[in-house]
């Protein structure tokens, strides 16, 4: 149809037919192409849906799917009508009060606690709370996501301190949001605050998930370049099979890889978790590149006896899941940002 199409308007352009002709022939080609973008848009979604709601993934032996694999669309459908319900009570952040919790990071090796990971919850007036998942997405739906991280920071800080006290050094993972990033003011700021807090800043971990770095701006890999240029530690979380060259990550300033388990089971099988699996031939290269590799969301004892050959590190529910600190240690006064 398209080559008829286009024989048609050569001979009009030479002068052999009519302009109603013409007219006709480009409609048609309009038609064309306008199908092919339709059925390549509708190959794309179903593929992608596919691969989210595969049921056929291989189980090893004695286990089942890991926990988010058959109900993603349902989770996410109550996530998004939550967070609409959110958004229309007002303002997060002038209704609650927000709650700092720290989910333990194990040396596998040694058995002890080596980091934490930390997140925001908010229990409002009314005594309801909005968890860590729920507050970040309408932070990022509501447009006051960089607000989110900021709390975060100041409120991570006092803890260090507290735990630097009593003689325990242990690091914190803090989870940056893309808009932080790419909005150089609020990053200057957050740049200043960890200078005047330099005893408590040398702990800290900035985090940002894959997802994230695959969608970052111009703007905001200005930002994650601005922050490698100033020496900050940096991993990269929910990390998959399909990830960035890790050589790359490391000359951003990336120290760790942190891989999510669950997800990469229910999109590949546990076979990939195998000795010569690809999960356990990409940790290698992310070992030899320097960077240290941390299996997350672990929640059986079996999943654990299938990272502990490659992963350094460990986090999960079959360790502890995230619990709130305390808001007398979180409240501390810290050194505000220089002007």
């Not at 605050?193 to 971990?205: C, E, K, M, P």
């Amino acid at each position: 149809m398209t080559i008829a199409a286009i024989g048609v308007s050569l001979a009009a352009v030479f002068g052999e037919t009519s302009a109603a002709a013409l007219a006709g022939a480009l409609g048609l080609v309009a038609f064309v192409q306008l199908s092919i973008l339709i059925g390549n848009w509708r190959r794309a979604a179903t593929a992608g849906l596919a691969l989210h709601r595969n049921p056929a993934v291989a189980d090893g032996p004695n286990m089942s799917l890991p926990r988010a694999a058959a109900n993603d669309d349902a989770v996410a459908q109550r996530a998004g009508a939550a967070a609409k319900a959110v958004a229309a009570r007002g303002h997060l952040l002038d209704d609650g009060q927000f709650e700092l919790l720290l989910e333990p990071v194990v040396e596998l090796e040694a058995t002890s606690t080596l980091y934490y990971r930390s997140s925001l919850a908010l229990t409002r007036q009314d005594g309801s709370r909005v968890g860590p998942y729920l507050l970040s997405l309408s932070a990022e739906r509501g447009g006051y996501a960089t607000d989110i991280d900021q709390a975060l920071f100041r409120r991570v800080c006092p803890v260090i301190r507290h735990m630097k006290a009593r003689g325990r050094r242990a690091g914190v993972f803090c989870p940056l949001s893309p808009q932080s990033f790419a909005e150089r003011h609020v990053l200057d700021e957050l740049i200043r605050f960890l200078r005047a807090n330099q005893d408590a800043a040398g702990s800290i971990v900035i985090e940002i998930s894959q997802p994230d770095l695959a969608q970052l701006s111009a703007d905001g890999m200005e930002g994650l370049a601005h922050l490698a240029e100033l020496g900050a530690t940096l991993s990269l979380s929910e990390a998959r099979l399909e990830g960035p060259d890790l050589a790359t990550l490391v000359l951003l300033g990336f120290r760790f890889f942190d891989l999510d388990i669950a997800a990469i089971a229910s999109s590949h099988g546990w076979d990939v978790f195998d000795e010569e699996g690809e999960v356990r031939m990409m940790a290698r290269r992310a070992e030899q590149a320097g960077l240290t590799v941390i299996a997350a969301n672990v929640a059986r004892a079996e999943e654990l006896e299938l990272v502990r050959p490659f992963a350094r590190l460990a986090r999960g529910s079959l360790f502890s899941p995230p619990r709130v600190v305390r808001r007398d240690i979180t409240e501390l006064p810290v050194r505000a940002a220089a002007a």
